[in-house]
């Protein structure tokens, strides 16, 4: 008979750093984004209200990156818009889509994960 015991105390360890990496993670998408100009940009509310937030629900813990700008569903998913780019260059639809399997940014988040998780763990 093989006797399993988990240090409880290293679980937890590992739980606040996955959390901690997480949260630096959706941050570096963020900062990435805006520094990508890809967001469509007219007075800034929408990029400006950017946020982060992390909840647990259940036993699963999230991390998001939203937006408050009440547009920005209509403006995400209608490519045919003909964004105004005099302040965001790169301005248009889907700007989170780079960062989605098989976009140009696809390794970004689970890269920037890794590291921060390789900082935290001894």
Do not use: C
């Amino acid at each position: 008979m093989v006797e399993i015991k988990l240090d409880e105390a290293a679980l937890a360890r590992l739980d606040g750093a996955a959390k901690a990496a997480a949260l630096e993670t959706v941050e570096a998408v963020k900062t990435d984004l805006v520094s990508s100009q890809t967001m469509p940009f007219d007075t800034g509310a929408m990029q400006g209200s950017l946020h982060t937030e992390q909840f647990d629900a259940a036993d699963e813990s999230h991390t998001v990156l939203q937006t408050d700008g009440p547009q920005a569903r209509r403006l995400y998913f209608h490519p045919e818009y003909n964004f105004q780019r005099g302040k965001n260059p790169n301005a248009g639809a889907a700007w989170y889509g780079p960062y989605e399997a098989g976009g140009a940014k696809e390794r970004f988040i689970p890269d920037t994960f890794a590291a921060r998780m390789k900082e935290k763990i001894p």
